[in-house]
C-alpha cells in the first residue's frame, strides 16, 4: 500500500524559509513522478512544482526562483525548500506521486497523479 506523508509545515513571517518533507513508501520510488501541490483558502488545489525520476523539474510561475523541489532517492523523501515566502504562499501543502514508465515525464496536473499525502499547513503572515 502506498503512502505519503508531509511534514515541515508552520507558520512563518513574509521573507521567511520553509522546508517540507515528504517519506514515500510502498512504491518503488524511482519510478515515480512526484510533484508538490496547495490548496488556498477559497481556491482550487494548484499545483506549485513537480519533478521526473530524472530528476528534470518544472514549476509554476508564483514560485519560480522561490521555491526548489528535490528528491533523495535513497531514502524515498520529497522536499520542497521554500524562500522568501509570501502571505499568498499561505495554504495547504500536498505532495503526490504516481507510478510512470518515463523517466522523464512530470506533471502540474492534479488529475495527473493518484497517489496524495494528508497535507501540511504553512501560514505566512505580513
Given at each position: 500500500q502506498?503512502?505519503?506523508v508531509e511534514s515541515?509545515?508552520?507558520s512563518v513571517q513574509s521573507?521567511?524559509?520553509l522546508r517540507l518533507s515528504c517519506g514515500?513508501?510502498?512504491i518503488t520510488y524511482e519510478d515515480v513522478c512526484m510533484a508538490w501541490f496547495r490548496q488556498r483558502p477559497g481556491k482550487e488545489r494548484e499545483g506549485v512544482a513537480t519533478i521526473a525520476g530524472d530528476g528534470s523539474t518544472d514549476y509554476a510561475d508564483p514560485v519560480k526562483g522561490r521555491f526548489t523541489i528535490s528528491r533523495d532517492n535513497s531514502d524515498n523523501t520529497l522536499y520542497l525548500q521554500m524562500f522568501n515566502?509570501?502571505?499568498e504562499d499561505?495554504?495547504?501543502y500536498f505532495c503526490a506521486a504516481v507510478f510512470t514508465y518515463y523517466s522523464y515525464y512530470k506533471?502540474?496536473?492534479a488529475e495527473r497523479y493518484n497517489y496524495w499525502g494528508q497535507g501540511t499547513q504553512v501560514t505566512v503572515s505580513s
Open positions: 502506498v503512502h505519503l515541515g509545515g508552520g521573507g521567511g524559509s514515500v513508501s510502498g515566502l509570501k502571505p499561505t495554504a495547504i506533471s502540474l496536473s
